[in-house]
Nanobody
Framework: QVQLVESGGGPMQAGGSLRLSCAAS????????MGWIRQAPGKEREFVSS????????YYADSVKGRFTISRDNAKNTVHLQMTGLKVEDTAIYYC????????????????WGQGTQVTVSP
């Protein structure tokens, strides 16, 4: 079982920046992906971004491409999501997630989830 602890998030005005971090602990697969999934009020969860821990390949939802950047710190088993150019529609609970593959994560078929951190973007 992998445990995920998130930090960051909070309120921000549109156009601003925030950084989310997620630290993983426990027994990880030999190859896996970590990333972020969000859920806006009244909407279903949606894939935001992921990074494959072995290859370093990164993926983004079209809605955040060019604004969000995902990165990893292998030594600390931590993933970061730098969010810039925030929009009101980015308001959501952001969940750190862990999955055995990128495709699984994109389908929200994740093996572990963080507790979620609220990001609220005001006009």
């Amino acid at each position: 079982q992998v445990q995920l602890v998130e930090s960051g998030g909070g309120p921000m005005q549109a156009g601003g920046s925030l950084r989310l971090s997620c630290a993983a602990s426990g027994n990880t697969f030999s190859t896996y992906a970590m990333g972020w999934i969000r859920q806006a009020p009244g909407k279903e969860r949606e894939f935001v971004s992921s990074i494959h821990y072995t290859s370093g390949n990164v993926y983004y939802a079209d809605s955040v491409k060019g604004r969000f950047t995902i990165s990893r710190d292998n030594a600390k088993n931590t993933v970061h999501l730098q969010m810039t150019g925030l929009k009101v529609e980015d308001t959501a609970i952001y969940y750190c997630a862990y999955a055995r593959s990128t495709s699984a994560m994109k389908q929200l078929d994740c093996d572990s989830w963080g507790q979620g951190t609220q990001v609220t973007v005001s006009p």
